[in-house]
């Protein structure tokens, strides 16, 4: 660790900088994998998972096995805390839900709001030192009021190849069935192309390193639609 004690203060910028890089120096990176996903699928997906999360995958799916496995793992208190938050968040999201709004302006001029849901959505979910599991509360219990059909979350594998039992449970009580060891840019790639096991999606949703953040930006210009650029 390296200490600094009463910097001047023309230091000040230079020391608080963050690690970041621009849109542009990860764009290439982004670019590259993204060509290599339509071009190769889950071929490509197992290669990076094994370069950036040092596991090789047999299965991108996750087993029920895995799934019940998790069940036994997570502690009570933290299931109960999980169905306590479930519970709020779909109360305020119930809310939300309107019907058809119709109104005539003027003689033959009819206005109308109404909301549809999408039908597939991918939800990319940070693992490794930061599981999320809230993330899947509050994204997957809106999709699942609003009616969308089909769900896919995509989370990195751990140096064993498991996910966080954590976001299994939780992901399982959402409904969330469908769920793929494979994060970073490769993810979003699979989201937005398709591969021999991952569909593609309409829309995207989900924070993520400035990796993640870049490659659900570019996404948008194959015709993928994203909630917003994460924040730091």
């Known amino acids: 660790m390296k200490k600094i004690f009463n910097p ?57 096995d895995e799934f019940i496995e998790s069940e036994t793992v997570v502690p009570d208190r933290l299931k109960d805390a999980i169905q306590t938050a479930k519970s709020n968040i779909e109360k305020f999201h119930k809310a939300q839900k309107t019907s ?36 899947i ?13 089909e769900l896919i979350l995509c989370t990195p594998p751990d140096k064993s190849g498991k996910i966080n039992p954590a976001i299994l449970y939780t992901a399982k009580l959402c409904g969330i069935t469908q769920i793929f060891k494979v994060g970073g840019i490769q993810a979003i790639g699979a989201m937005t192309f398709g591969t021999e096991s991952i569909n593609k999606v309409y829309k ?20 993928v639609a994203i909630d917003m650029p994460a924040g730091p």
Not at 25 to 36: A, C, K, L, R, W
Request: glycine share 8%.
């Open 137 to 149: 509360l509050m994204l997957a219990i809106p999709a699942n009021i609003a009616g969308c059909s």
């Open 100 to 135: 058809k709004i119709e109104i005539e302006t003027m003689p033959g001029v009819i206005c109308w709001q109404e909301k549809r849901p999408i039908q597939k959505v991918g939800l990319y979910i940070p693992g490794g030192t930061a599981p999320l599991f809230s993330t």
């Open 8 to 64: 001047e203060k023309k230091d000040w910028p230079e020391l608080l900088g963050r690690p970041t890089q621009s849109v542009a120096d990860v764009e290439h990176t982004v670019m590259q994998i993204f060509n290599e996903v339509q071009t190769d699928g889950d071929k490509v997906l197992n290669k990076y998972t094994k370069q950036f999360d040092g596991v090789e995958i047999s299965e991108l799916l996750v087993s029920a």
């Open 204 to 223: 995207i949703f989900g924070p993520g390193n400035q990796y993640v953040t870049v490659a659900k930006q570019i996404a948008t210009k194959f015709g």
